[in-house]
C-alpha cells in the first residue's frame, strides 16, 4: 500500500498510486446506491433502528421522519466532498498523485472509509476481526484490510 498521510496547517496532503486513487473513487459511488436502498440488508448497519423495543415503535418511526433524512443527507454529502476533492488529485512524483484535503474533507473520507469498511464487513460476514473464517473471499477479505488499515492509519494520522 502506498497511501500516504502528512498533516499540515490546512489539513492533510493525501498521496497514493493511481490504481489506490481509482479505488478510493468508486467507493463514494458504490456506497451513494447502498444510501438509497433501505431494501439493502446492509443498509440496516450503517442506518440502524434508534429504538430497538418493539413498543417503541411511534418512537422510531419519529425517528426516522425527523432524524434520518439529515443523517442520511450528512453521509451523501459526505460522499460528494470525497469525490470532489479526490477529483483534484494530481501528480506528486513517480506513479504518485497526491490531492490536498481541508479539515472537513478529511473528516468526510473517515466517514466514508468507515462506511465502505462497515458495508464490506457485513457482506462477508466479519462479526468481529479475531473471527476470520477460512471460507471468506480471498479479494473481498483482502479489500476489507486494506480499507481497515487506510481507516486506521488516517486516525493515527488525525491523533497525531
Known amino acids: 500500500m502506498s497511501v500516504t498521510f502528512e498533516r499540515h496547517s490546512e489539513g492533510m496532503r493525501i498521496s497514493m498510486s493511481e490504481t489506490e486513487l481509482k479505488l478510493l473513487l468508486e467507493l463514494p459511488q458504490q456506497l451513494r446506491d447502498l444510501y438509497d436502498n433501505p431494501l439493502d440488508e446492509a443498509y440496516d448497519r450503517l442506518f440502524p433502528r434508534a429504538y430497538l423495543d418493539p413498543t417503541e415503535e411511534k418512537a422510531e418511526s419519529e425517528w426516522q421522519e425527523f432524524v434520518h433524512p439529515d443523517l442520511h443527507r450528512q453521509r451523501l454529502d459526505a ?19 497526491g490531492v ?56 493515527e494520522t488525525l491523533l497525531g
Not at 466532498?81 to 506513479?95: D, E, K, Y
Not at 457482506?123 to 476489507?144: F, T
Open 79 to 97: 460522499l460528494e466532498a470525497v469525490t470532489s476533492t479526490l477529483n483534484q488529485a494530481g501528480p506528486v512524483g513517480r506513479n504518485l498523485v
Open 100 to 155: 490536498d484535503f481541508d479539515e472537513d474533507t478529511v473528516n468526510a473520507l473517515l466517514s466514508v472509509l468507515n462506511d465502505a469498511r462497515l458495508i464490506l464487513g457485513s457482506r462477508i460476514g466479519l462479526n468481529d476481526e479475531s473471527e476470520v473464517r477460512s471460507d471468506l473471499d480471498p479479494g473481498l477479505y483482502a479489500a476489507y484490510q486494506w480499507l481497515s488499515h487506510l481507516e486506521g492509519d488516517l486516525v
